[in-house]
């Protein structure tokens, strides 16, 4: 099953921004959105995002979410040694009536 | 507190069978959408099975359909994956995720599917 496209890897250094991106189709971002999750090896993933861009309590505003057309966004601003991690969208396919997650962005603070 | 454990996860031949089970403290597992997903060893997250609240929608990746079966009790507060037909490709960390987004995990379960 197809999933959704994320950039491998980005460097940036402490208390930049990064962008990440989450590219799908009108089937599932373009219809749905995408959730975005943090992923810290050996521990379970926490989710950042909701499909519709909104923060679950807890959150810090240092991550904030868009989209535009079949494209996601996350954002990091203030980069902090703790948000190197793997960082993945998700969301709802329509087509392939599944669940699909991105294929993964490594994020290494500098 | 919330908490979510898995269990169920162990070394088993290929061919054969497994139930993983989730149980939660702390939340109603009846009110969400319940998922299985998967990480394999030095690969991504992998979307395996979700069911509905009520248990009448099931949905599963083409890899696993005919040998998974995801189910639910919800007046016991849990759920399970009967895993049959194990492969080796199906060794993983099994993470029990619920809500419309994945909200809230389990620490996951280690399958190891090796002769």
């Known amino acids: 099953q197809a999933g959704l496209t994320q950039p491998p890897s980005v460097s940036k250094g402490l208390r930049e921004t990064v962008t990440l991106t989450c590219t799908g189709n009108?089937?599932?971002?373009?219809?749905?959105?995408a959730a975005w999750l943090q992923h810290h090896q050996g521990h379970p993933p926490k989710l950042l995002s909701y499909?519709?861009?909104n923060r679950p309590s807890g959150i810090s505003e240092r991550f904030s979410a868009s989209r535009s057309g079949n494209t996601a966004s996350l954002t990091i601003t203030g980069l902090q040694p703790e948000d190197g991690a793997d960082y993945y969208c998700?969301?709802?396919?329509?087509?392939?009536?599944?669940?699909?997650f991105g294929t993964g962005t490594k994020v290494t603070v500098l | 507190d919330v908490q979510v454990v898995e269990s169920g996860g162990d070394l088993v031949q290929p061919g054969g069978s497994l139930r993983l089970s989730c149980a939660a403290s702390?939340?109603?597992?009846?009110?969400?959408?319940m998922s299985w997903v998967r990480q394999a060893p030095g690969k991504g997250l992998e979307w395996v099975a979700n069911?509905?609240?009520?248990?009448?929608?099931?949905y599963y990746v083409d890899s696993v359909k005919g040998r998974f079966i995801i189910y639910r009790d919800n007046a016991k507060n849990s759920l399970h994956l009967q895993m049959n037909s194990l492969r080796a490709e199906d060794t993983a960390v099994y993470f029990c995720?619920?809500?419309?987004?994945?909200?809230?995990w389990g620490q996951g379960t280690l399958v190891t599917v090796s002769s």
């Open positions: 995720t619920g809500g419309d987004d994945p909200d809230f």
């Open positions: 702390g939340l109603s597992l009846r009110n969400y959408w």
């Open positions: 069911i509905k609240p009520d248990g009448s929608e099931k």
């Open positions: 009108s089937y599932n971002v373009g219809n749905e959105g």
């Open positions: 499909r519709n861009n």
């Open positions: 998700s969301t709802w396919d329509y087509s392939l009536r599944a669940y699909v």
